[in-house]
Nanobody, 129 residues
């Protein structure tokens, strides 16, 4: 079965950094786009970033561009999200998703309703003094 497992969440002070990982199994890594999403308490899920795991392309939404970096290690079937200069409003459960359909994650992050094929269970990031 396809599995996505996130790790790396925790408690961090404002201005601090964390790196999240999303490790995939049961899929051909290079055939998928991997995206990062988050959901804060009382808020809707929002997309943050995505990349084609096998290609050097990445996208970021405005709220995280310049602070977050997405990258992958193909040998480990893992996509990372390095988060710098964290703010209290970054507090959320962060999840990764994978989809083999070209443009599907990009479309959803762009605001269109839709379904993604695979999700991880999430990892909690808490930014607080």
């Amino acid at each position: 079965e396809v599995q996505l497992v996130e790790s790396g969440g925790g408690l961090v002070q404002p201005g601090g950094s964390l790196t999240l990982s999303c490790t995939a199994s049961g899929l051909t890594f290079d055939d998928y786009t991997i995206g990062w999403f988050r959901q804060a308490p009382g808020k809707k899920r929002e997309g943050l970033s995505y990349m084609g795991a096998g290609v050097p392309y990445a996208y970021y939404v405005d709220s995280v561009r310049g602070r977050f970096t997405i990258y992958s290690d193909r040998a480990k079937n893992t996509v990372y999200l390095q988060m710098n200069r964290l703010k209290p409003e970054d507090t959320a459960v962060y999840s990764c998703a994978a989809d083999s359909r070209p443009g599907q994650i990009a479309t959803i992050i762009g605001g269109t309703e839709g379904h993604l094929q695979h999700w991880g269970r999430g990892t909690l990031v808490t930014v607080s003094a």
